[in-house]
Nanobody, 118 residues
Framework: QVQLVESGGGLVQPGGSLRLSCAAS????????MSWYRQAPGKERELVAR????????NYADSVKGRFTISRDNGKNTVYLQMSSLKPEDTAVYYC???????????WGQGTQVTVSS
């Protein structure tokens, strides 16, 4: 049974930091690119950051470059998103995604709410 379980969301003041975690199980984690997406109310889901299966390739949305850092620990089957200098516009539900581009497998977590507000 595939599971992606996000944690670490919450309420934070502008300028603050949070670290999201996504624990994976039920598939070979090291064979999958891992991504964080987010969806704000009334907006489409957007890609925030992606890290390749071995961690050698990383991409960020322009809106988070220099503020967010994605990383993974293949020994712990976990991907992280370190978020710093948070802004109110970062408020969204953040989703973890696992994708095997070669075979088309695509899994999603249930999401974790991040709210940036004073």
């Amino acid at each position: 049974q595939v599971q992606l379980v996000e944690s670490g969301g919450g309420l934070v003041q502008p300028g603050g930091s949070l670290r999201l975690s996504c624990a994976a199980s039920g598939f070979t984690f090291s064979n999958y690119a891992m991504s964080w997406y987010r969806q704000a109310p009334g907006k489409e889901r957007e890609l925030v950051a992606r890290i390749s299966s071995a961690g050698g390739h990383i991409n960020y949305a322009d809106s988070v470059k220099g503020r967010f850092t994605i990383s993974r620990d293949n020994g712990k089957n976990t991907v992280y998103l370190q978020m710093s200098s948070l802004k109110p516009e970062d408020t969204a539900v953040y989703y973890c995604n696992a994708k095997n581009f070669a075979y088309g497998y695509d899994y999603w977590g249930q999401g974790t709410q991040v709210t940036v507000s004073s």
